[in-house]
């Protein structure tokens, strides 16, 4: 099972919904992300949210469409991805994408960013236009070659991260350390189909990027 939450970032940080939309994927729309997924011609199977940025003309519309939508007050502890992403976690699906995430506000996305990191033993992917963003426990990874996304970082989440070692990559590591702030891991690249990277202590973050102007 695969589940995708858009939010409601803006459109122009959004990729193509229709190349994720296949007959696995069971979609939810967080706020704002349940307009522009209807607007796409996505049906998601559930909506979460106060829906405070969404006129309630839209909202009276989502709910003649959806039949599962959740209305949250807007005065709550937790964000409407937030919420959402609890729901999707509930279901214990394999792999969990987050859309709409980052763009806009900047606390939107220090708080999303934050959510990979509380989760960080599930399969979560955060993704815009242009970046893939992940988070990781210790362990051994195998990553490939994604053709777009030449650039691939990673940044210590934790105050260190023991153990580094990147092979396949144009700039190998062999049991390095690095600590909270560290940008020696930042833009590298594979050099093969496929490479690895491991540690041995600590949370780490990766982002695959590509540069503006490549295809989307």
Not at 78 to 105: P, S
Request: charged residues 20%; negative net charge.
């Amino acid at each position: 099972m695969i589940i995708h939450l858009l939010g409601g970032g803006p459109n122009e940080f959004i990729p193509d919904l229709h190349s994720y939309h296949k007959k696995e994927v069971i979609w939810v729309g967080v706020d704002r992300g349940v307009i522009t997924l209807l607007q796409a011609g996505i049906i998601p199977t559930k909506a979460f949210g106060d829906f405070d940025s969404i006129t309630q003309a839209e909202l009276e519309w989502a709910q003649t469409r959806l039949n599962e939508i959740e209305i949250w007050p807007s005065e709550k502890d937790k964000t409407d991805m937030d919420i959402a992403l609890d729901w999707a976690l509930a279901q214990k699906a394999d792999k969990i994408r987050i859309f709409g995430a980052t763009g806009g506000r900047l606390d939107h996305l220090f708080g999303n960013v934050q959510l990979l990191i509380k989760n960080v033993k599930a399969n979560i992917e955060m993704i815009d236009r242009q970046n893939i963003i992940t988070a990781h426990e210790p362990g051994e990874y195998v990553i490939e070659h994604v053709p777009f996304y030449r650039y691939i970082s990673f940044i210590p989440i934790t105050m260190d991260v023991k153990g580094i070692t990147l092979r396949g990559f144009k700039y190998p590591l062999t049991n390095c350390h690095i600590q909270l702030g560290s940008t020696l891991c930042i833009s590298n690249e594979l050099i093969q189909s496929h490479g690895t990277f491991s540690f041995s202590e600590g949370i780490l973050m990766m982002i695959r990027s590509k540069d503006l102007g490549g295809s989307f």
